[in-house]
């Protein structure tokens, strides 16, 4: 029942969603099998690979016909090495860890991937809803992780502590915490250690909400990441929060510069099944916190239809570089800043359905910008309609608008 969930939750969300209405059309679960398809940038088959299966056990050798654990396979993979997760349900009651002592190197990244073609689904369910009870931890650095899907941790589906990874075609769902989040490995580790360098490329992450509907995104590099971490490709939608959230305390003091680019952040603050929880916050990229400068840059991404902003400083008065970006029909704002000394370039607000506010920036704004007072600009009569979206072949996010490609 759990993957006959999820499925049907992906292939809903992977159809069409009518911008007008919020309806989303029903589609065969065809992109989710050609998403994971593995034919673009997936890893090739590599020798000495170790594999890994549902039916695994601790002790077996690793090879094809006798597969091993996940977890015995983290502990024996060597340093570029490679573990094959075939396709199916592995069920955990516990989370599962790399270590902080296994990394890859910069010339060959450990490498922890789908077997081509197929879906390995890690399925966390057993958990109880805790902050201790995450799914997936990556505490080494120098990985790779590519095609994995995580659902139903009782905290984070995916939490990154170590630095120079890849993540890769991850589909993290139905967490009761943040999807996919970045974060230090523990309470005693340096600012000089926070996760750094880290890329989160053509994933998606979708339907994460906690009971009490405050803390789960889609994606969050917040509190305690340092410098260099990059979203690319990435798809957040339906959680019950934020679609991104890059929120900075005093306590722990600033984080580092993020980058988000050609991304898209949809229908957030409102879970597939029509779920609000009055304590969302509902923006689609959430930018600050505590009123601590961050200079982030986010460009050529787009936020649609999200309960309240598109794109919010949220009190971050830094510099950040805000370009080429598109916001449709977010509840309040499609671009909220009220502080700052942010730069804003050729950015596009519409609105074709939702009344909203009109769009506020401080900053360093200039006419190349089409910000939404009242009316729409002369770009948005190339936005209209339904958003539909899909991942090329070689992860690049392609996204359309009423039959037609956006390119911004
Ligand atoms: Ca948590
Ligand atoms: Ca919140
Ligand atoms: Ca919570
Ligand atoms: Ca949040």
Same mark, same amino acid.
């Given at each position: 029942?759990?993957?006959?969930?999820?499925?049907?939750?992906?292939?809903?969300?992977?159809?069409?969603?009518? /911008?007008?209405?919020?309806t989303?059309?029903?589609?065969?679960?065809?992109?989710?099998?050609?998403?994971?398809?593995?034919?673009?940038?997936?890893?090739?088959?590599?020798?000495?690979? #170790?594999?890994?299966?549902?039916?695994g056990? @601790?002790g077996?050798?690793?090879?094809?016909?006798?597969?091993?654990?996940l977890?015995?396979?983290?502990?024996?993979?060597?340093?570029?090495?490679?573990?094959?997760l *075939?396709?199916?349900?592995?069920?955990?009651?516990?989370?599962?860890?790399?270590?902080?002592?296994?990394?890859g190197t910069?010339?060959?990244?450990?490498?922890?991937?789908?077997?081509?073609?197929?879906?390995?689904?890690?399925?966390?369910? $057993?958990?109880?809803?805790?902050?201790?009870?995450?799914g997936?931890?990556?505490f080494?650095?120098?990985w790779?992780?590519?095609?994995?899907? =995580?659902?139903?941790?009782? @905290?984070?589906?995916i939490?990154?502590?170590?630095?120079?990874?890849v993540?890769?075609?991850?589909?993290?769902?139905?967490?009761?915490?943040?999807?996919?989040?970045?974060g230090?490995?523990?309470?005693?580790?340096?600012?000089?250690?926070?996760?750094?360098? +880290?890329? #989160?490329?053509?994933a998606?992450s979708?339907?994460?909400?906690?009971?009490?509907?405050e !803390?789960?995104?889609?994606f969050?590099?917040?509190l305690?990441?340092?410098a260099?971490? =990059?979203? &690319?490709?990435?798809?957040?939608?339906?959680?019950?929060?934020?679609?991104? !959230?890059?929120?900075?305390?005093?306590?722990t003091?600033? #984080?580092?510069?993020?980058?988000?680019?050609d991304?898209?952040?949809y229908? +957030?603050?409102?879970?597939?099944?029509?779920?609000?929880?009055?304590?969302?916050?509902?923006?689609?990229?959430?930018?600050?916190?505590?009123d601590?400068?961050?200079?982030h840059? =986010? *460009?050529?991404?787009? $936020?649609?239809?999200?309960?309240?902003h598109?794109?919010?400083?949220?009190?971050?008065?830094?510099?950040?570089?805000?370009?080429? +970006?598109?916001?449709?029909?977010?509840?309040?704002?499609?671009?909220?800043? @009220?502080?700052?000394?942010?730069?804003?370039?050729?950015?596009t607000s519409? *609105?074709?359905?939702?009344?909203?506010?009109?769009?506020?920036?401080?900053?360093n /704004?200039?006419?190349?910008?089409?910000?939404?007072?009242?009316?729409?600009?002369?770009?948005?009569?190339?936005?209209?309609?339904?958003? &539909?979206?899909?991942?090329?072949? @070689?992860? *690049?996010?392609?996204?359309?608008?009423?039959?037609?490609?956006?390119?911004?």
């Amino acid at each position: 029942m759990q993957l006959k969930s999820l499925m049907a939750g992906v292939s809903l969300v992977t159809g069409t969603l009518v /911008a007008l209405s919020g309806t989303m059309a029903q589609a065969a679960p065809v992109r989710y099998a050609a998403e994971t398809s593995l034919t673009g940038t997936a890893p090739s088959a590599a020798a000495g690979a #170790i594999y890994v299966s549902p039916t695994g056990t @601790d002790g077996a050798a690793g090879t094809q016909s006798a597969p091993t654990t996940l977890t015995s396979a983290i502990g024996r993979v060597a340093a570029g090495g490679t573990i094959y997760l *075939r396709g199916g349900t592995y069920r955990y009651a516990s989370t599962v860890t790399v270590p902080q002592t296994s990394n890859g190197t910069s010339a060959a990244r450990t490498t922890l991937s789908a077997y081509p073609g197929e879906t390995p689904v890690l399925d966390f369910s $057993a958990q109880s809803e805790s902050p201790s009870n995450r799914g997936l931890q990556l505490f080494g650095s120098y990985w790779h992780v590519y095609g994995i899907s =995580v659902q139903h941790a009782g @905290d984070n589906g995916i939490y990154v502590g170590g630095s120079n990874s890849v993540i890769e075609r991850t589909v993290t769902a139905y967490n009761r915490d943040t999807g996919l989040q970045l974060g230090r490995i523990a309470s005693t580790t340096p600012s000089s250690q926070w996760p750094a360098g +880290n890329l #989160i490329l053509s994933a998606e992450s979708h339907d994460n909400a906690d009971s009490d509907g405050e !803390d789960a995104d889609g994606f969050a590099a917040k509190l305690t990441t340092g410098a260099g971490n =990059v979203f &690319r490709y990435a798809v957040s939608h339906n959680n019950i929060d934020d679609g991104w !959230d890059l929120y900075t305390k005093k306590d722990t003091g600033p #984080i580092g510069p993020v980058t988000i680019e050609d991304s898209l952040s949809y229908d +957030n603050g409102t879970l597939s099944d029509g779920t609000v929880n009055s304590n969302g916050d509902r923006n689609g990229y959430k930018l600050g916190g505590d009123d601590i400068a961050v200079n982030h840059v =986010v *460009r050529r991404s787009i $936020a649609f239809h999200n309960g309240k902003h598109g794109f919010t400083y949220n009190s971050n008065p830094g510099s950040m570089a805000v370009s080429n +970006n598109l916001s449709i029909d977010n509840a309040q704002r499609n671009y909220s800043w @009220d502080a700052g000394t942010s730069v804003f370039r050729s950015n596009t607000s519409c *609105r074709f359905s939702v009344s909203g506010s009109n769009d506020k920036t401080i900053g360093n /704004a200039d006419s190349t910008n089409q910000f939404w007072k009242g009316t729409n600009g002369s770009r948005c009569a190339s936005y209209a309609g339904a958003l &539909r979206w899909s991942f090329a072949s @070689d992860g *690049r996010l392609v996204v359309t608008l009423g039959g037609r490609q956006v390119t911004l």
